[in-house]
């Protein structure tokens, strides 16, 4: 199958998302960070399509008589309504599909500690995204082309456990159908390897399709201090699986070669500091299930800072016996520098390096790779960003550049259309590929 922790307070989470139209127009999300990338996605974090909440009303609302929002009026047309509305907010149908919630429907309040939702993210690309080659070959998130695939059918419920008060507990569990499926399973756990086979999640296959579990865990926090326990995503680099915490639909070589997916184990997050974030932990090797293959064992930690308020860098790392990926003394790290530097414009790099020495499952492999950004708010409906990308895997450099748009056409509706070229002459790879997916959030 395709590519895919002993310590006790140092980790650091990345930026939750790459890119967000926040709720003034013409700004990004400001570039703090969260405690958790991947646990604030689904909600009113989300990067590329903000779900409405309380805090952010659609067009829908504005023609409601109880609308407290001074730009809301009572002749809403297409592409007029509140800041947080889409391209066609307050035409036709607009209202139903921006208010649809599943919190709503489970009869959820507003201030309602558990929460719940999902989405659905539809994708069409044309050819397979390197290092893919062949199709459903398993080794990039794109490996069905020429299809209109449902890539993520996601849903979530979890609550946060909030130590503001004393001692507190929560916890999640998400559940994924969908062609990313099979490239989010436990697919670190002895006998994973081959397709139906596997613990917990891994055997969970539909064809090409597939089920995962990729987090289900324990959360107990009291003060600064918060402890989550059990199967969970890792904190590790810039782009995240959640389509919902991505600005473009193609992920880069790093994310999906270089760095693990999911852990199982315990990781710590420790907030006592200004301007500082604290997490550490240990796993069971990389992209486990409640299982470990080969030994796996390794420390997982890093910080977070706020270097000021438009700058923040993070760096993590994984070290020991990475099980599938890698045998002792196996190592990687993330370093991400993520700048406001304008209210419209955001600038990230990133840089990965892995060091896997072999493993009775694993041979030794050494990857190094750079990533940078630029995400640009054209309005509060259009982004537009670019990627470009050197990655080095064994002596031969992969390159990569990406160009794209996201297009909000509801509140909780967004279309992203990107071009990407991929270039790598010691692996005979010259290639241009168009792809473009909707996300619709609930």
Request: aromatic letters at 14%; glycine letters at 12%; hydrophobic letters at 35%.
């Amino acid at each position: 199958m395709r590519k895919r922790s002993l310590a006790f307070l140092t980790a650091a989470s990345i930026s939750y998302g790459p890119f967000a139209f926040g709720a003034n127009p013409g700004t990004v999300e400001p570039v703090a960070f969260q405690s958790d990338a991947y646990y604030r996605q689904g909600d009113e974090f989300l990067a590329s399509t903000p779900v409405t909440t309380a805090s952010v009303s659609s067009a829908s609302d504005c023609c409601e008589p109880s609308c407290a929002d001074p730009t809301c009026s009572d002749d809403v047309a297409c592409g007029d309504g509140c800041a947080a509305g889409g391209l066609f907010s307050g035409c036709g149908l607009a209202g139903p599909v921006e208010s649809l919630s599943l919190a709503s429907l489970m009869g959820l309040s507003d201030d309602s500690a558990i929460e719940v939702g999902g989405w659905t993210n539809i994708a069409y690309y044309n050819k397979n995204i390197p290092l893919s080659q062949n199709f459903d070959d398993l080794l990039s998130f794109d490996d069905i082309p020429d299809h209109a695939n449902l890539a993520q059918q996601w849903f979530y419920i979890g609550k946060v456990a909030d130590g503001s008060g004393g001692r507190d507990f929560g916890g999640r569990i998400d559940l994924i159908y969908g062609t990313d499926a099979q490239k989010t399973q436990a697919f670190g756990n002895p006998g994973a390897g081959v397709r139906g086979f596997g613990f917990y999640d891994a055997s969970l296959d539909h064809g090409y399709y597939g089920w995962a579990i990729p987090q289900a865990y324990m959360e107990v926090a009291n003060g600064d201090l918060s402890t989550k326990v059990g199967h969970f995503f890792t904190p590790i680099g810039y782009e995240v699986i959640p389509a919902t915490g991505n600005f473009f639909h193609s992920h880069s070589y790093t994310m999906f070669n270089s760095e693990p997916f999911t852990h199982t184990g315990a990781l710590s997050t420790y907030t006592g500091f200004e301007a500082l974030t604290l997490y550490g932990g240990w796993t069971a090797g990389w992209d486990t299930g409640f299982d470990n293959l080969d030994g796996g064992s390794n420390f997982l930690g890093g910080f977070a800072a706020n270097i000021n308020e438009n700058v923040t860098f993070t760096y993590l790392n994984t070290w020991g016996n990475f099980g599938w990926r890698g045998g002792k003394d196996s190592y990687s790290h993330s370093m991400v520098l993520v700048a406001k530097v304008t209210d419209k414009l955001q600038y990230i790099a990133q840089s990965d390096v892995l060091d896997a020495t072999p493993n009775p499952n694993a041979g030794q492999r050494d990857t190094v790779g750079l990533n940078q950004y630029l995400l640009y708010a054209y309005s509060d409906i259009i982004g537009i960003g670019g990627r470009c990308e050197w990655w080095k895997d064994d002596g031969t450099s992969y390159n990569e550049i990406t160009g794209g748009v996201n297009v909000k056409a509801l509140s909780n509706l967004v279309f992203r259309p990107e071009i990407r070229h991929d270039w790598a002459p010691g692996a005979d790879l010259d290639q241009t590929t168009a792809a473009i997916d909707a996300i619709l959030t609930y």
